[in-house]
Nanobody
């Protein structure tokens, strides 16, 4: 059974940085793509970033150049480095795991989800 545990959220000011972590367990981590999604109050959950088993990545346009997804297969952990944070980045951030080596930006590609971590950016 795949388990995902996020950490690293918090309250920061505009322009600050945060690094989210997601520790995975229950299967061979390096074989599967991982993703980050977010959900702001009153909005649908949206794709933020994904990373394949090989390390290739893709991003939501509005976070390109500010956010970086990475993975440490030795630690079974995926990260989301968030720089130059804006109030519109405020959301609950969810880690997600695919059952494939490569994955995209659709929620249905990720059957496994963490509990989420709150990120709040004040203006």
């Amino acid at each position: 059974q795949v388990q995902l545990v996020e950490s690293g959220g918090g309250l920061v000011q505009t322009g600050a940085s945060l690094r989210l972590s997601c520790a995975a367990s229950g299967r061979t981590f390096s074989r599967y793509a991982m993703g980050w999604f977010r959900q702001a109050p009153g909005k649908t959950r949206e794709f933020v970033a994904a990373i394949s088993g090989a390390g290739g990545s893709n991003y939501l346009d509005s976070v390109k150049g500010r956010f970086t997804i990475s993975r440490d297969n030795a630690k079974n952990t995926v990260y989301l480095q968030m720089n130059s944070l804006k109030p519109e980045d405020t959301a609950v951030y969810y880690c997600a795991a695919a059952n494939t080596y490569y994955s995209g930006s659709y929620r249905y590609e990720y059957p496994h989800w963490g509990q989420g971590t709150q990120v709040t950016v004040s203006s």
